[in-house]
Nanobody, 118 residues
């Protein structure tokens, strides 16, 4: 059973930076693609960024050039570096893991709140 634990959320001012971490437990990290999603009140959950087991990355247009996703296989951790944060980035951010060949093996973290406000 995979368990994902997120760290790093908080309250920041517009223009500031924040890094989220997601630690992966319970299975073989290298067999999973990883992603960060976010959900703001009254809105649907949306994909922010994803990284494959091999390290290829994807970022949503709304965060491209500001957010960077990376993974450390030695630490079973994926990082979301968020720069130049905007108020519209305010949301609860969720880490997601999906097995590379078993799409039904999909897991979520509990989420971490990011609030961007002056």
């Amino acid at each position: 059973q995979v368990n994902l634990v997120e760290f790093g959320g908080g309250l920041v001012q517009p223009g500031e930076d924040l890094r989220l971490s997601c630690v992966f437990y319970g299975s073989t990290f290298s067999l999973y693609d990883m992603g960060w999603f976010r959900q703001a009140p009254g809105k649907e959950r949306e994909l922010v960024a994803g990284i494959t087991s091999g390290g290829s990355t994807y970022e949503a247009d709304s965060v491209k050039g500001r957010f960077t996703l990376s993974r450390d296989h030695a630490k079973n951790t994926v990082y979301l570096q968020m720069n130049s944060l905007k108020p519209e980035d305010t949301a609860r951010y969720y880490c997601e893991a999906q097995h590379i060949s078993r799409p039904d093996y999909r897991y979520w973290g509990q989420g971490t709140q990011v609030t961007v406000s002056s």
